[in-house]
């Protein structure tokens, strides 16, 4: 437990985003031993990985208010805010999280005050674009919880509109959208971070009326999209989290 705690302790204060050679430094630990005690802390929540680096994860985004500077969250706000003032959108950033994903922040304009931001709230696959885009990154091996979660619900995972053609879809596209499946005036297009194939970190989602994110909308939001996570996978793996976004 000492190893673990120590571990998460270095990652929350480490300058930037650190690698495993500097954490296993950092707490005087083999590089292997470090590497088995951070695995254990990924599936919990409680270190990020992205690409050779590792951040506070969700566990700890979830007890502390002010998170460590180089969080997920501080790395992706500015991304989120530079988004939402080019689409007139809400923007969120979700995490893999149990059978759904997590909302960790939004950025919400003025004139979508109407719109719950649904911070904090656990989303399932088969109802929102967030945790389908991270779902159709994943291992077709790992998507195991999440089609259990949507046959819990009664959700068809077979057929045109079950869970694994909107995965498929999601995954051929490289973005997700959802319209009308939990609100019907209100629509949504997401793409997953993925510094790593098959490991998404987060994905960045875009929230607002139906009527703004359609056939004749999207293409123009799937590219804002687009740009918005190659910079934050560009920030994650690239220069640690220390690059102007």
């Known amino acids: 437990m000492d190893k673990a705690l120590d571990l998460i302790e270095a990652v929350g204060r480490a300058p930037r985003p650190p690698r495993l050679t500097e954490l296993a430094d950092e707490v005087g630990l083999h590089r292997a031993t470090a590497y088995r005690i951070l695995v254990d802390l990924v599936r919990r929540g409680w270190v990020l990985r992205a690409d050779d680096r590792y951040l506070p994860g969700t566990a700890v985004l979830l007890l502390s208010a002010r998170a460590a500077h180089n969080s997920l969250t501080s790395v992706a706000r500015p991304v ?31 004139r979508l005050a109407m719109i719950s931001t649904l911070l904090g709230d656990r989303l399932p696959a088969h109802r929102f674009a967030g945790p389908l885009a991270l779902v159709a990154a994943l291992t077709p091996e790992a998507r195991g919880p999440y089609l259990d979660a949507a046959r819990a619900q009664g959700h ?83 220069a640690g989290g220390e690059a102007d976004a």
């Open 80 to 110: 989120l805010e530079k988004l939402s003032a080019q689409t007139g959108l809400m923007a969120n950033l979700q995490v893999l999280e149990g059978d759904g994903s997590r909302v960790v922040d939004v950025v919400r304009p003025d």
């Open 156 to 238: 068809p995972l077979d057929g045109d509109t079950g869970l694994l053609a909107d995965i498929a879809r999601a995954e051929a596209a490289g973005h997700a959208v959802e319209n009308g499946r939990n609100d019907q005036f209100v629509a949504s297009v997401s793409r997953a971070v993925v510094p790593v194939p098959g490991a998404p970190v987060c994905a960045i989602t875009l929230v607002g009326p139906a009527a703004e994110i359609d056939e004749e909308h999207l293409p123009t939001l799937s590219a804002a999209l687009a740009a918005a996570v190659d910079t934050m996978t560009g920030l994650l793996t690239q």
